[in-house]
């Protein structure tokens, strides 16, 4: 009845693989961030031209006079991305922090046994 513990091995720790993998997210998103960028901008121009093509369509509803979208579109310039990127890396770069705090807390409690 004389059983030795196995020794502690890290890759055994899920909190090692979710860090991991948290940090791989945060450099996929390094990697991709022009690109998201670039395919965020159409999405969201997209969106916007939906949107006051539906406000169009219901001022002709309700009667008043229409609105010549093509003579209100003009370029705004450079805005801010309605759904930017950092708000998803800030997400992965809170779980990865998380998650290695679990593991040095579970590192500690295996090196006390």
């Known amino acids: 009845m004389n059983a030795e513990r196995e020794p502690f091995r890290i890759t055994d720790s899920p909190w090692f693989w979710a860090m991991l993998f948290s940090l791989m997210s945060l450099v996929g998103m390094g990697l991709i961030a022009t ?3 670039a395919r ?3 999405i969201e121009n997209r969106f916007l031209g939906r949107k006051q093509a539906a ?3 219901n ?3 309700a009667g008043l006079p229409p609105i010549d979208l093509a003579a209100e579109a003009f370029d705004h310039g450079p805005r801010p991305r309605m759904v930017p990127l950092w708000t998803l890396a800030t997400g992965a770069a809170l779980f990865a922090a ?3 705090a679990m593991l ?7 090196q006390r046994q």
């Open 98 to 100: 998380g998650s290695a």
């Open 55 to 57: 406000t169009e369509r």
């Open 104 to 110: 040095v807390r579970e590192l500690r409690a295996s």
């Open 40 to 42: 965020q901008r159409q």
């Open 59 to 61: 001022r002709r509803a």
């Open 35 to 37: 690109k998201f960028d």
